[in-house]
């Protein structure tokens, strides 16, 4: 029984190269392997087209987070975030964070009214 010197994986003593990854078993132990073809440096992975996959809008994570901090700015930016993931056709997704927007940037204002008056 051969051990195959880079993955260590049993051969009959006679084998020229490993069967599991193709070494070549004539090298002695310790001794660098030639890289395999194909598994070295290949072509690079086609990019990957973020044109193509539905991406989150950023208005609505900025109407979001602008709802918590200004009632008043952020419901308009949740507004018109929530328009646009609706026109995109599914390429804008944030519409949960736009209504998430809406609802906080409203319940902000009618807070803000509460507070006012009461202040008074
Ligand atoms: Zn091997």
Do not use: W
């Not at 090298?27 to 290949?42: D, E, N, R």
């Not at 949740?78 to 906080?104: D, M, P, R, T, W």
């Amino acid at each position: 029984m051969a051990f195959c010197p880079r993955c260590a994986a049993p051969n009959i003593d006679t084998a020229v190269a490993c069967a599991a990854c193709g070494a070549p078993l004539s090298a002695a132990p310790g001794a660098p392997v030639p890289p395999i073809a194909g598994l070295g440096p290949g072509p690079a992975t086609p990019s990957f087209d973020a044109s193509l996959a539905p991406r989150t809008n950023g208005l609505a994570i900025a109407g979001f987070v602008t709802s918590i901090l200004c009632g008043v700015v952020g419901l308009i930016l949740s507004i018109v975030a929530y328009n646009q993931c609706k026109k995109s056709n599914g390429q804008l997704k944030g519409e949960g964070l736009a209504i998430a927007g809406i609802i906080i940037g409203g319940v902000n204002i009618v807070l803000g009214i509460i507070l006012r008056a009461a202040a008074h």
